[in-house]
Each structure stands twice: as C-alpha cells, then as structure tokens.
C-alpha cells in the first residue's frame, strides 16, 4: 500500500526540517550528493568508503571494502579479527550487507575464521539465494568462496579474556581460574599472576574485562546519483554465551536500507534493538515524513518505553542510531550522554561529504546527571 503524509505530519517535518537546519550543518538536506556516515570508530572506513564513491565504484563496495580497514585493524577489539572474545575465548562474528539499488542484502552471524565477515554477508548476497548464514556453514561458505581461514583471537585479547575469567568470581568471592589466596583483580595482583606481561597492557586488560568495550561498525553511504548502501560488522557483545547473536547481522535491526527513502543502523546494546526492530522502524518513520533525527529518537523512545522510562534501569546499557536520507539529511542520535567522573561527554559519530572525515555530535534521547 502506498504511504502517504498526513498534513499534519507533514507540517510537523517541515518545521523541524526548518529548525534542524538552523541548528546547524548537520541537518541541511541539499539533495542526493556523495555522503558517507558511520559509528565514532568510522573515521577510516568513511575515508575509503568516500574515495572508491568518488572514484565511482557501488556504495556497496565502497562500504564494505571501509569497514575492512576496521575489521583487519588488530588494535579495534570490538569488531572483526582480533574482536574481545565470547565466554569460551572463542572470537564470534557478525555482519550484514544491503544493497539499495539491487533491493537485495545478506548476512553472516557467529563466524569463527574469517577475518573480514562483511565482505563474506556480500558473498551470501551476489553468490547464494539465501539472505543468512550461521556458524559452522557460513565458515564453510567461506572457504568455498576462497577466504583463508584463520584464528581470530589475539595476544591481547586471549590476555582480556583470561583476566576476565580470572575476574568471575562466585558469592564466596572463589574463582576456579587462580588460587585461593587471590583476592581480587587489582593490577597489582594481576601482574604476579601475569609476570611478563607490562603493566599498561594489563591496566587495558582489566578495564576491557571490567568495561568491555562495544566497537561494532555501521556505515552507511549515498552517491550524487542517489544510490544507497549500508553495513554493520561487530565482534558483538565480549563474554557473550557462545552463540549468542546480537542486531548487527539482524537485517531491520541492526541495518536497514530501502532505495526510495534512506538507510539506518546502530552500535550498542543490540538485545533492546532487535526488540524495536531498529533500524526499519527507523527508515519507516522517515518514510512517513520524520527526519533523520526525529526517526532515531522515536526509535529509542520506544527502547525506552520497554523499560517504562526508567531510567536506573536504562543507565544499564548504552545503544546509537545513524540514519541517512535519500536527499542526504543525517543524524546521529544516542540514549545516553555519558560520564567519566566530573566530566560529561556526548558521543559522536563519523561524517565525510567529500573531504576530511570529520566528527560529529550525537543527539541524545536523556542526559546524564551526575
Ligand atoms: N550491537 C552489537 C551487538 O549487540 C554490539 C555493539 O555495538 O557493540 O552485538
């Protein structure tokens, strides 16, 4: 059935069309032109996405081969090769594609050996009639499609997950992962449990198993022709049950592009987006006339209506939107601003119209308050 706006909508979008553009860059719309946007760890990716656009390649080739400088960087452990570990110490991870033009996307979740799970979701694409493939399978498609392989698990993150696993302590405060006489995970007594490892990484190791980070990627990409593509890729949640699967490979929840209206995408806590179905109820409420920003925020009022507005209980998680319009109007939005001590931050996400790529401030659903 045909969507139509309602005038009231309508009158609604336009004036906050009106005041988002006075408000600043980031919500101007001037038509379909080369823009590629991303999660704050997207600098990079929206960089080479941008080059290949302007070089005239597909926005999907564009975004996959940008997320693979992510996915191959053994320093970012929330996505790809060398991504923190589930609870067995075993590296699990998602992807999905989807192409605008072609109306077609694929997706790969709890891979275990390949390095570059967004370009293998493609492959599930262009290759198969399928849209998903899992596990053991999608290793084994991937082998078939000639990808090596290979261990996925890093010094550095074998080291996060043994602190971590040495850090899981029963009521009694008893791990069976170091001796009795331990008593808690302070770096002193981390270092004689790791003697030769220096005390910088293991002051990183503690944090990732006390903070783990969340550095799942999503980029999304329009050309001056108006075509759109989008990918999310991530090492999900650390210290997840083995065979846990998050929103990132989840097509409507962790990415979604339709042609004729826009793509959207998150990073964070991806239980409470699937329950949303995120990213198409996104692209939906922008087809019904909302703006990127208007749509984002919906979709997180509703992730906060599941918990009945709360907000000790939704101070738990954090979780982003990005969204990107068919006539280039984008927005990053964000449940929570948050703290570091005394100081307040807000989380930013990646833009490149061209040149540099730049950060930008997400708009958050509720501010933290010391
Ligand atoms: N959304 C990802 C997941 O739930 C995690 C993340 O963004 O860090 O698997």
Known sequence: MASRISRRMWMKSSAALTAAAAAGPMAVAQGPKNIVIASSNGKEACRKAMEMIKAGEDTLDAVVAGVQTVELDPTQHGVGYAGLPNEDGVVELDASVMHGPSRRCGSVAGVRMVKTPARLAKLVMTETDHVMMVGQGADQFAKDMGFKLEE?????????????????RDKKGHTNWSSEVETGNATAELKELFPNVDEKTLAWAREMAIHPITGTINCLALNSKGEMSGV??????????????GDSPIIGAGLYVDQDVGGAGSTGRGEENIRIAGAHTIVENMRHGMTPQEASLDALKRISRNFKDDKARLAQFDINFYALRKDGLYAGTTLWTYESGAQKYNPVFTVNDGGESRHEKCVPLYERRA
């Open 232 to 245: 999310t890729t991530t090492s999900g949640l650390a210290w997840k049950i083995a065979g846990r699967i």
């Open 152 to 168: 996925l698990l890093t010094d550095e993150s074998r080291l996060a997950w043994l602190v971590w696993k040495k850090s899981v």
